[in-house]
DNA sequence: AAAAATAACTTTGTATTGCAAAGTACTTTA
DNA sequence: TAAAGTACTTTGCAATACAAAGTTATTTTT
C-alpha cells in the first residue's frame, strides 16, 4: 500500500488475534480456557487462531497435565511481542490520521 | 468479545477498508483512480472492497462522465462517518492496553 | 474507417479465512 | 457404570480477499 498506509501484519490483523496477542502482553502467559472465557469465542474458534499464532511462532503453547487434566498454557515469544509491537506503531498511524480530520 | 475487548466493526477492520475510509474523512471526496494509486490495490479488489462500504451505506458512489470518461465519486456517509468513529474509539482501547503493559 | 490501445471500472474464478459442529480423550458426578 | 463435563482438535462449510479476465466507452494509431 501507499507511503500513509503501511502494510498491517495480516496475521495479527484479526479481532482475536489481536485480543489474543494484547491479553498475553499483559498477562505474561494464559491458559485456553482463559484465554476462551475473556474472549467469548468458541472452543474451534480459539484453536484455530492460535495454531496460527503459533505457526509464525508469535506465541508458544506448553503442554503439560494439571490436576489429570490437560492445560495449554500459552505466552508471547519475543518475536510475537515485537511483531505486536511494529503493528501498534503502524495502527497509531492510521487513527492519527482519523483523528486529525475531526 | 469479552468486557474489554468490544467488537471491532468487521465492515471497517480491514486494511484497505480502513484505509479507503480514513482517505475519504480528509479528502470529504475521491475518485476510484486517486484510492487506487493511493492504497495500492488493484482495480478488482478496491471495486469489491467498495461495494461492501456501500452495501452497508458506509460510503456513497457517484457516477457521472467527466471529459467523454466514467468517473466515480466516492464520499464517507453521516452514517460511515459514525462507524469509523466507533470503529477508532474501539480500537484505541485495544491499542491503550497493549501500550500500558509495555 | 477499421483495428489496436487506453481508461475506468465490474465480474468471475479460486485460494484462503473464519467459524461452529462434531470428534477425541479423558475425568467427574449421579 | 452410564451420563455429563472438561479441555481441547479436527472437519465441513460459508464468507472473504484477491487478481485475471471481461465490459463499456472513447481515443489513438495504421
Known sequence: MGTNFA???P????RVRLAVMILLLHA???DFTYL???LEVSDGNLSTHLRKLEKVKYIKMQ???ENRKPKT???LTEKGRNALDEYT???DAYLLLASKAK
Open 28 to 30: 505474561e502467559s494464559a
Open 36 to 38: 476462551k472465557k475473556e
Open 11 to 14: 496475521v495479527i490483523h484479526s
Open 7 to 9: 502494510e498491517l501484519d
Open 63 to 65: 503442554k503439560r497435565f
Open 73 to 75: 498454557t500459552i505466552s
Open 89 to 91: 506503531t503502524i495502527l
